[in-house]
Nanobody, 124 residues
Framework: QLQLAESGGGLVQAGDSLRLSCAAS????????MGWFRQAPGKEREHVAA????????YYADSVKGRFTISRDNAKNTVYLQMNSLKPEDTAVYSC?????????????????WGQGTQVTVSS
């Protein structure tokens, strides 16, 4: 079982950068695929990025490709989301998720554990 805790959100201006962290408790973190999702007010949850258990495979939504980078440090039980060139439309609550068997990175139902989320607000 994993517990996930996000940090690093905040209020920034368009064009700024933020790095989100998701710290996991549990000895088997390195065996889980990890994903980042976001949800803006009045909108459905949207997949942002994901990485395989060993970090060898990554996946990005088209809306963030080239601006966001997902990475993980299995020694620290942490996954990161580096967000550059932020836009107002990136404003949302960002949540990390862990999945034991994830055949499709973009589907929330593939993930077994979720963090509480961290707010990211980008002003224009």
């Amino acid at each position: 079982q994993l517990q996930l805790a996000e940090s690093g959100g905040g209020l920034v201006q368009a064009g700024d950068s933020l790095r989100l962290s998701c710290a996991a408790s549990g000895r088997t973190f390195s065996r889980y695929a990890m994903g980042w999702f976001r949800q803006a007010p009045g909108k459905e949850r949207e997949h942002v990025a994901a990485t395989s258990a060993n970090g060898g495979t990554t996946y990005y939504a088209d809306s963030v490709k080239g601006r966001f980078t997902i990475s993980r440090d299995n020694a620290k039980n942490t996954v990161y989301l580096q967000m550059n060139s932020l836009k107002p439309e990136d404003t949302a609550v960002y949540s990390c998720a862990a999945g034991w068997v994830v055949s499709t990175f973009t589907l929330p139902r593939m993930y077994d554990y979720w963090g509480q989320g961290t707010q990211v607000t980008v002003s224009s």
